[in-house]
């Protein structure tokens, strides 16, 4: 008797403590979020008296307002959402159907195709842009929105692919048997069985696309500059900055507004953002 | 097995010879914009220019043009400061150059090195002759005995000083660079305060603290001569023993004046944060670029201000002006050549001129453009020592590249009292930078030839 | 098995190369041909337009092993990937753990907070950071802990600009190796860890003794994310030097590649064989690198 009850105080002291630790961990995290947040609210001559307090009775929701009506702010913001949709669209149609390919029809040739998807994960990302920018330039294509749309329809979407093939492969194999036998096409497999299967694994997919084009600016930088009409909003953010360098308030704002899109879809699907780095990593 | 080695080898070999096609077909093609064939009708000309803060005043101008002349449309490219380099770039690499396009006069050698910039030495005469000096600042862009560029305005950085404050300390204001040292210890010592600078300037890559070791650089080439040797135009002028302990005094000379504080806290200062410090009574003088003139009109209307340039030691003729000119130049492979030229020498008209300083508050380059505003005015003659091309090296074939970055940081580092090296060890690494990067364009330094003159006072360079 | 399957299936062939259409124009144009490009380039002398170039053999190699800064940079790179990797893994390791003991809805509600950074584009960390760091007067850091007269240049000195951008990547990051770890330690079969609860077992010895051993791969996993992205890391160097006033004595590889490449706004600096070559270089030592950390694990694994 006397065992249990010192231990169960134990772990209850334990348990305090990693609350405690968890709770600072996640203080650690929003701090500096909120630090932005408050600043967007803030007049940057407020800010420059005042950088870190909250002045309730200063709100300043006018520099939304002002980032909102800067030059080319709103054609940037539709540019990136085109752009970023094609790219999700992109690689959940081309994971969906690499995956069935490899994983079900298991035709010739697809060890080597999962073989150097998988390699492509590790390529050093200089190493592709100039070729690519060479290509692009063959094309005529610098200084147009197609050279930020075009990378997505000849992606890869190597973790996709490796993740939605083991996945397809993990399904018993009777229910395509089953399937098969009862004489319908490859097509009609696809689309009634295997798409719906793949659910979780294109929703990971896309949410890890969503991610790596929402927020880049890499590329569109060295192939759009020239082009004020196919601007990103990274680009058209840092440019912001560059220009208005003490305008502290309405540059957080932009912040925000870059954000909070990610964040909201963030709230609500949790579960397939974090699957995405988790699935690679379980034994098998 | 074989079959699949056959597969790869046929693959590998097609995608080398399409690898090749790209590498080996040059830019052929056609740059320029302009409607496809309309000739007898509107001729299409871009133009691009990187102030949005003048959009208006610009889309004005073309608008005028236009109208007087009803056979050219002008169609306006906007990029901005940080930006317009790499925006060229990439037109340079496609070959889609904008057909007039802004460009720092003192800084277009690279686009003459890929042939992107078109001749304008048939158009010169006449032309040049009207600008301020006979035309000085064109020899900025005289590369290889040709013209390349059409300066418009300048963009300079001068001392602007709270003529009142030094007033009140009774401090004259200097017209010789040890009068200037005598002016800052004279300040600090009537206000220690450490937050208070006596000439606010920004140490930062690119900042006013480099220009000031520039600019004490440039007094000793002009004090050595050293502009008059023939290597001197192409920057490949060897370093030498006496070269280099003047190098080494100048570092430690500036060392010592970040030491005394007679630039408050400089390190990472940026500009706009000199320049709200100076507004605010917190600094003496402050050396901020002419474009930013329209800072400054917070300050209190009673406080008196001026202008100067960084005055020279006593001897040397000219004062030093950190800057440029904002110019335009023509694409090589424009469409429209003469039509460009019309359009420029439009934009460099009197009128045009008198207009834009007056109504976008910018110096010109172009003779008799009267400033009405006493502070432009004032300003105006401050910078008259900056079209001095004495001290320009058009026919420099090779930048120093990110060699040059680490010579700046190099620099920047023991003037702020960072690095533990001696000032002979900084120059020593300068030089070997300097060494790399002449080497690395495939040319070769050459001595100098031009001999040192004699009875030459450098003492202005001793710490005192 | 298989047999049944390929009578049941019709062109299976056909069809398979149909699906994957996409996929094999895909690793053509973004694998191979700009590997065979790279690889032709980087034995030219192409500066930047390819008009009048001529083939240099080995030079641009030269170059680099003798000249250059590549490896310099590579020891930023790989000193801050090390040091990166080791606070990130440990710091997600005792995270996981924590969690690991909680209930399920508080665990939930943890985990997700916690794995904010992550999803955070690069931008808007960087930038925020930025403000945060500010040298001037107005840096959130120097108004809070105004420690020094003369506003504190946190980027500006080599050491604390270090530990201060490996913070900040751990602050990204951290959620990535705490969830990998998590996961595989939830994958543990309850029942091993139940009735060594029931046995009496502490929560340190069930870690020690049944979980970390089970969690070998995920730890080889995580070093092995970490390193390659440390190695790379690219983004919040280049963005803290151009924006922001970071010592240059602080270059990533990555970044040397870039200013080398399309990155330099000056003419004159672009490079673009030299870069290629570097960045082949550099994807050469990441393999090795990956080969190497793979090896070591799964040889421990098999004790």
Redo the contacts between chains.
């Keep these: 008797m006397a065992t249990t009850y010192r231990k169960s105080i134990k772990s209850r002291i334990v348990q305090i403590l990693f609350f405690l630790m968890l709770a600072l961990m996640l203080l650690a995290v929003f701090l500096p979020l909120l630090f932005v947040l408050n600043t967007s609210f803030k007049d940057p001559v407020e800010y420059m008296l005042n950088p870190v307090g909250i002045n309730l009775s200063a709100l300043r929701p006018q520099n939304y307002a002002d980032v909102l009506n800067a030059n080319n702010l709103v054609r940037s913001m539709i540019n990136s959402v085109i752009v970023t949709g094609f790219a999700v669209l992109c690689s959940v149609i081309c994971t969906a159907l690499i995956s069935f390919a490899i994983g079900v029809l298991n035709f010739k040739g697809n060890q080597i195709i999962y073989f150097i998807a998988i390699c492509s994960m590790f390529l050093a990302g200089e190493i592709t842009m100039i070729p690519m920018y060479m290509l692009y330039k063959k094309l005529n294509l610098i200084g147009k929105i197609w050279s930020l749309i075009l990378p997505s329809i000849l992606g890869l979407p190597g973790l996709g692919i490796m993740v939605g093939s083991s996945y397809i492969r993990g399904v018993p194999k009777e229910i395509h048997e089953a399937a098969f036998i009862d004489g319908a096409s490859v097509p009609q497999v696809f689309f009634k069985i295997d798409l719906v299967m793949l659910v979780p694994v294109l929703a990971l997919t896309a949410v890890m696309t969503f991610q790596g084009n929402w927020g880049n600016f890499l590329w569109p930088y060295v192939t759009v500059l020239s082009n004020k009409d196919a601007h990103t909003f990274a680009i058209t953010l840092l440019q912001f900055k560059s220009q208005n360098a003490s305008m502290y308030g309405q540059y957080c704002a932009g912040l925000v507004i870059m954000t909070l899109p990610i964040v909201i879809v963030y709230c609500f699907c949790s579960k397939y953002f974090m699957e995405g780095m988790a699935a690679g990593s379980v034994k098998g | 097995m074989k079959k699949r080695i056959l597969k790869a080898f046929i693959l590998f070999a097609l995608m080398f010879t399409v690898c090749f096609n790209m590498l080996a077909c040059g830019n052929k093609t056609g740059g320029g914009t302009g409607d496809g064939g309309d000739r007898t009708r509107q001729k299409t000309i871009s133009w691009l220019h990187i102030w949005p803060e003048h959009s208006a005043a610009m889309t004005k101008i073309a608008n005028n043009f236009m109208s007087e002349n009803p056979d050219i449309k002008i169609e306006i490219q906007q990029s901005t400061h940080g930006d317009v380099a790499s925006y060229l770039n990439m037109q340079v690499f496609s070959g889609t150059m904008p057909d007039v396009f802004f460009y720092w006069t003192h800084q277009i050698s690279p686009y003459v090195d890929y042939d992107a910039v078109l001749d304008l030495t048939p158009y010169v005469s006449g032309w040049k002759e009207t600008f301020i000096d006979g035309g000085t600042s064109w020899d900025i862009a005289k590369i290889g005995g040709k013209y390349y560029s059409v300066p418009f305005r300048s963009t300079a950085y001068t001392i602007v000083y709270n003529k009142t404050l030094l007033e009140t300390l009774e401090v004259e204001v200097p017209t010789t660079i040890q009068e200037m040292e005598a002016a800052l210890e004279k300040i600090r010592k009537s206000v220690p305060n450490q937050s208070f600078a006596p000439l606010a300037a920004t140490g930062i890559a690119g900042g006013t603290l480099p220009q000031i070791h520039t600019a004490l650089n440039s007094f000793v080439a002009l004090q050595t001569e050293q502009y008059l040797d023939p290597a001197f135009k192409s920057n490949l002028i060897d370093d030498d023993a006496t070269a280099n302990q003047l190098g080494a005094k100048v570092l430690d000379k500036l060392k010592d004046w970040v030491g005394k504080g007679y630039f408050g806290y400089a390190e990472g200062k940026s500009e706009s944060t000199a320049i709200t410090n100076f507004v605010q009574g917190n600094a003496a003088m402050v050396l901020m670029n002419n474009n930013n003139l329209y800072l400054l009109e917070d300050m209190d209307e009673e406080i008196e201000i001026g202008f100067m340039a960084i005055p020279a030691p006593v001897g040397v003729d000219y004062t030093y002006v950190f800057g440029g000119f904002d110019g335009f130049s023509i694409a090589k492979n424009t469409r429209y050549p003469e039509e460009c030229v019309r359009f420029l020498k439009y934009l460099t008209s009197l009128n045009v001129q008198q207009q834009f300083a007056n109504s976008e508050s910018s110096i010109m380059a172009v003779d008799g453009v009267v400033y009405s505003d006493p502070d432009q005015q004032a300003m105006s003659v401050a910078m008259k020592d900056m079209g001095n091309s004495l001290l320009s090296q058009p026919d420099a074939k090779f930048d120093v590249g990110s060699y040059g970055d680490q010579n700046n940081s190099l620099v920047l580092n023991y003037i702020l009292g960072k690095s533990n090296s001696t000032a002979m060890q900084v120059i020593q690494l300068i030089e070997e930078n300097n060494d790399k990067a002449v080497a690395d364009a495939g040319l070769k330094r050459v001595a100098r030839t031009h001999p040192y003159p004699q009875n030459v006072d450098y003492s202005w360079l001793e710490i005192l | 098995?298989?047999r049944?399957?390929d009578v049941?299936?019709?062109?299976?062939?056909l069809?398979?190369?149909v699906?994957?259409i996409?996929?094999?124009?895909?690793?053509?144009?973004?694998?191979?041909?700009?590997?065979?490009?790279?690889g032709?380039?980087s034995f030219?002398n192409?500066r930047?337009?390819?008009?009048?170039?001529e083939f240099v053999g080995f030079d641009n190699y030269k170059w680099l092993f003798t000249?250059s800064?590549f490896f310099a940079d590579l020891w930023v790179s790989i000193a801050f990937a090390v040091v990166s990797t080791a606070v990130q893994t440990v710091l997600g390791f005792l995270?996981a753990f924590?969690?690991y003991?909680?209930k399920g809805k508080?665990q939930g509600f943890?985990?997700?907070?916690?794995?904010?950074?992550?999803?955070?584009?690069?931008?808007?960390v960087s930038?925020?950071?930025m403000?945060?760091l500010a040298?001037?007067?107005?840096?959130?850091l120097n108004?809070?802990f105004g420690l020094t007269?003369?506003?504190f240049?946190w980027l500006?000195d080599k050491t604390i600009a270090f530990w201060a951008i490996v913070i900040i990547n751990t602050?990204r990051y951290y959620g990535?190796t705490m969830?990998?770890y998590?996961?595989?330690m939830s994958?543990v079969p309850k029942e091993v860890v139940e009735s060594a609860e029931v046995e009496?077992a502490s929560?340190g010895q069930i870690m020690l003794r049944i979980i970390i051993p089970l969690v070998m791969?995920?730890t080889s996993?995580n070093i092995i994310l970490s390193m390659?992205g440390g190695i790379?890391s690219?983004d919040l160097f280049y963005l803290f030097q151009t924006?922001g006033?970071l010592?240059?004595?602080l270059t990533p590889v990555?970044v040397?590649?870039?200013?080398?490449?399309?990155?330099?706004?000056?003419?004159?600096?672009?490079y673009?064989a030299r870069?290629?070559t570097m960045?082949?270089v550099?994807?050469l030592i990441?393999?090795t690198v990956?080969v190497l950390i793979n090896k070591v694990f799964s040889r421990s694994e098999d004790k």
């Design positions: 098995m298989a049944k399957k049941l299936i019709k062109n299976r062939n069809w398979g190369w699906f994957s996409q996929t094999v124009i895909a690793i053509l144009v973004t694998l191979i041909y700009p590997l065979v490009y790279a032709v380039l030219t192409v930047f337009t390819t008009v009048n170039f000249e800064a995270l924590m969690l003991f909680m508080v943890f985990k997700t907070a916690l794995y904010l950074p992550v999803i955070l584009p690069t931008a808007v930038s925020m950071w403000i945060i040298g001037d007067e107005f840096g959130v108004v809070l007269d003369p506003p240049q500006g602050w990535i969830v990998i998590l996961v595989n994958a009496g929560r791969s995920a996993l390659i790379q690219f924006n006033n010592t240059l004595d990555g040397l590649i870039f200013k080398t490449g399309l990155g330099s706004t000056n003419l004159r600096n672009i673009l870069s290629v960045s082949i550099l994807t990441i393999a990956t």
